[in-house]
């Protein structure tokens, strides 16, 4: 008896439809960093463990595929992200690399974890990179590559917000609240995990601080705290209860973002940390506008990493962007057709035959000419000589021209139909090539 299989859980099967709208969106991930200087890099699916244990520490096993090779003395992890595998290439090239380094990559990534709306265990990641340059002009040209994928896609920033922090700046304004240094990071963390916590659990956790009552108000307003990125200085600092000297970071930022018209995408949300410890100054995150989606993309600065994999001491930003949440948005706002496979590339033309002798010795001689002649090109395989029937079919595929080796054969010529306009012209045969390729192309075929 036949056995049925299933996909893994957390898993996707991409049939055509499914795989437009994915290449849709890396097509719009892949010009825009190309359009900004971005070069495409790959690394392996998997790697020792132990080069993320040394990222984020031993607490992430839990969160990875890892395995041993049987008879093998070595642990191995699928990969979780891509960040770990560029700071090791970027450390084992760093003499010989151009500077800056402007990377990008669209990689299959793997988590043990459980499925929900948003989150899967297999998901594609668009990852983009930008180390050796230090300064907010490093940090607004990585988010004005992510604005700019989003507006290809269709997004605005009504659909979409950029939400910045800068951790010097909120390091700064929990200390003068009264986190003490060595409280810093579990005061980073719970900001962080500030959405995911009821009004009275946050107030606990922020009472193990060690924090009096008024400093846990002021922690809460500073997880709270959103602001314009038109907001001068002085409108940051108070806010954040700093002066203008720990605010230069994310002033400067403000600044650029303003002078590449980003401004309109962005804005001051300082409970954002990213609570990973390796972030280092500008963070950010991308949200759906109303809030009912998982970040859409996250990253920052982190300036420390590719030297803890054995390379110069580098500074580096990135971000993430995955495909799960961002399909989600994308579909919910109407921006991705009701037949995916409108998406498909549109075939230049679709060859028919009559059935014919002559037709049929001669239609594989063309097909294979066109495509020769970069075209795509198509033909059909049911054995009918209803010319009708085929048209329909070369409709159904959204062809540009149907090619009909009909009786205009015995003239040496085919019948050249426009699928788009209905007119239909005798083309020589041995012209039919030339006709197709010289064609004119409607807008958005």
Known sequence: ?????????????????????????????????????????????????????????PGIVNELFSFRRAGGDDDYALRPEFTPTLARMVA??????PMPVK????????????????RLREFVQWNVDLMGVEGAAADAEVIGCAVLAMERLGLKPTDVRVRLSHRGAVGAALAAAGVSTEKAGEAFELLDRRDKLEAAEFEKRAAALGLTADAR????????SKLPVSADAAALGACLGVGETALAGAVELADRLRAMDL?????????????????????????????????VAGGGRYDGLVELFGGPKMPAIGFGMGDVVLGLVLGDRGLLPK?????????????????????????PRVLMAMRRAGLHA??????????????????????????ILGAEMAEGA????????GSQVKVPLADVVRHIAEAPRNAGT
């Open 378 to 403: 198509r033909s059909n395989w049911k054995a009918t000589r209803n010319i009708g029937k085929l048209l329909g079919d070369a409709g159904k595929a959204r062809a540009r021209f149907a090619v």
């Open 217 to 224: 108000k002021r922690f809460e307003t500073i997880a709270a």
């Open 263 to 295: 401004a309109p995408w962005c804005e001051w949300d300082f409970g954002i940390v990213r609570g990973l410890a390796y972030y280092t100054g500008t963070v950010f995150e991308v949200h759906e506008s109303s809030g009912g989606e998982r970040a």
């Open 103 to 118: 990377w990008f990559a669209i990689p299959v990534h793997f988590r043990a974890e459980r499925q929900q709306r948003g």
């Open 1 to 57: 008896m036949a056995v049925t299989h299933q996909g893994p859980k957390g898993t996707r099967d991409f049939y055509p439809d499914t795989m437009a709208v994915r290449r849709h969106i890396e097509g719009a991930w892949r010009q825009a960093s190309v359009d900004c200087g971005f070069d495409e890099v790959e690394g392996p699916t998997y790697e020792h463990l132990s080069l993320y244990t040394a990222k984020s520490g």
């Open 92 to 97: 084992a090239k760093a003499g010989s690399l």
């Open 339 to 363: 037949d995916a496979l409108a998406l498909l590339p549109r075939p230049d033309a679709y060859l028919l035959s009559d059935g014919s002798e002559a037709a049929e010795r001669e239609l």
């Open 414 to 421: 085919v019948t050249v139909k426009d699928l788009d306009g």
